[in-house]
């Protein structure tokens, strides 16, 4: 069961002079089987040049962030979710989840890239509505990914 936060959790576009923060975190989270980091420098700009990411705060702390990347003019990738450790277990993800939502409403279809054995994400894109529709071997560093959709309607 997760413990709710007390202080008042909120969502804002990451400031470019924020980005530091975010590369901190792709890096502590480089040698996780379950998440793709963008740690090379040109991967990494690219990510956030072409991303729309989400600082998630907690109270003024940034807790996580979320983002998403168009694909083409009907589909949009959800490609980062982090939390940061101390964070976990608290209902940020699902906040996260309900940004996305919000931000991504007009978007016909959602795709993401989740690894098989990441049974929390799993679970909590399913809760939301997205169905598994691919299995891809050696999709990231050699891990396997599941391919999840969402369509909105």
């Given at each position: 069961m997760s413990q709710k936060i007390?202080?008042?959790?909120?969502?804002?576009k990451i400031k470019k002079e924020e980005w530091h923060l975010v590369l901190e975190q792709e890096k502590a989270l480089s040698n996780?089987?379950?998440?793709?980091?963008?740690t090379e420098e040109k991967s990494f700009t690219h990510y956030m040049e072409h991303s729309m990411v989400f600082a998630t705060l907690v109270g003024d702390i940034?807790?996580?962030?979320?983002s998403y990347e168009m694909i083409d003019k009907d589909t949009a990738e959800i490609n980062g979710m982090v939390v940061l450790s101390i964070y976990q277990g608290?209902?940020?993800?699902?906040?996260m989840m309900k940004v996305l939502e919000k931000e991504t409403k007009k978007i016909k279809r959602l795709k993401l890239f989740v690894h098989p054995k990441n049974n929390i994400a799993l679970g909590l894109y399913i809760k939301f509505g997205f169905i598994i529709e691919e299995y891809k071997?050696?999709?990231?560093?050699?891990?396997?990914r599941l391919i999840m959709?969402?369509?909105n309607y």
């Open positions: 007390l202080s008042p959790i909120s969502y804002r996780n089987p379950f998440y793709y980091s963008f940034l807790a996580g962030y979320c608290k209902g940020l993800g699902t906040f071997e050696n999709c990231f560093n050699g891990q396997p959709y969402k369509t």
